[in-house]
């Protein structure tokens, strides 16, 4: 299972609004801070879990958005969801490494994606943080491996990197999952969408169907006080009862990692775990 933005739960009112927002949300949010910044706020946060509670819940897909603010240093990485979060990749990635090391049996897949403000030497610089940070945990490029094959090289690690140029230089990176992203607002329309694409055959290898909703202006407009979070959780029991009709495998119409939004507020977690029941033999 896969925590959709899993680092926006370090957001603040403080987390400067992207740069790759329009330049009328960038104006609002330095002429009125006090009044953008925590609206901005309210539909940026995906995720209440910190990374390594989230990886104590079982979730082993992380979806990692990175990016260089411009008023920050010259190398310090921070994630992003219309504003930037307060931690840094550097210590994040240690994090990770550490829970890892604590558990030598768990496999974690990591995708490094968005890359908002990047150079060519920023990808190099992340790409050496990634290697001095995990070393023999990092799984090549190749064909998927197994479990039983991870354990026995002691790999622990797979990070997709959506970045062409530098995935071509490094054998460490694997290329980014193709992403079921329904971009709706309505529970029924993401389903609708789901079972369309399931319909159509699934992608070869890994790839994510994303049960995450998606807000739009005409929502925020209608729901002047609402927020993702709210959006979200009335509708979480309708979301999971689908996931729990999935069935993992090969399969055309197989599922393989399912991505969620507040992946703690229900038994989501569980549930998708409780899918690979149906592998086992009767």
């Known amino acids: 299972m896969w925590s959709h933005d899993t680092m926006t739960y370090c957001l603040n009112k403080r987390s400067p609004i992207s740069h790759s927002q329009s330049w009328l949300l960038q104006l609002l949010g330095k002429l009125l801070p006090c009044v953008t910044r925590p609206m901005v706020l309210k539909w940026s946060?995906?995720?209440?879990?910190?990374?390594?509670?989230?990886?104590?819940?079982?979730?082993?897909?992380?979806?990692?958005?990175?990016?260089?603010?411009?008023e920050g240093s010259r190398r310090?990485?921070?994630?992003?969801h219309f504003v930037y979060t307060t931690a840094l990749v550097e210590d994040t990635l240690t994090e990770i490494s550490e829970w890892l090391e604590r558990h030598p049996r768990e496999v974690v897949i990591l995708a490094c994606r968005g890359f908002e403000g990047l150079t060519e030497e920023l990808h190099e610089y992340l790409v050496a943080c990634v290697r001095n940070i995990f070393g023999h945990m990092l799984c090549p490029r190749g064909e998927v491996p197994t479990l039983r094959q991870l354990w026995a090289r002691g790999q622990q690690v797979l990070l997709s990197y959506e970045d062409e140029r530098t995935?071509?230089?490094?054998?460490?990176l694997w290329p980014g999952l193709p992403y079921w992203w329904?971009?709706?607002?309505?529970?029924?329309?993401?389903?609708?969408?789901?079972?369309h694409m399931k319909s159509c055959g699934r992608p070869g290898g890994l790839f994510v169907a994303g049960i995450n909703l998606t807000e739009?202006?005409?929502?925020?407009?209608?729901?002047?006080?609402?927020?993702?979070?709210?959006?979200?959780?009335?509708?979480?029991?309708?979301?999971?009862?689908?996931?729990?009709?999935?069935?993992?495998?090969?399969?055309?119409?197989?599922t393989n990692v399912i991505a969620g939004d507040f992946v703690g507020a229900d038994s989501f977690i569980s549930d998708v775990i409780r899918l690979n029941e149906k592998l086992l033999p009767c």
């Open 45 to 70: 946060v995906t995720q209440a879990l910190d990374v390594t509670e989230q990886l104590d819940a079982g979730v082993r897909y992380l979806d990692l958005r990175v990016a260089h603010v411009p």
């Open 76 to 80: 310090n990485l921070h994630f992003v």
């Open 167 to 172: 995935l071509s230089r490094h054998r460490e």
């Open 182 to 195: 329904a971009d709706q607002a309505k529970p029924t329309e993401l389903v609708r969408y789901l079972e």
């Open 216 to 254: 739009n202006l005409e929502y925020v407009l209608v729901h002047p006080a609402g927020s993702l979070r709210k959006m979200t959780l009335p509708h979480l029991a309708y979301l999971t009862a689908w996931v729990r009709e999935q069935s993992p495998g090969p399969g055309a119409r197989c």
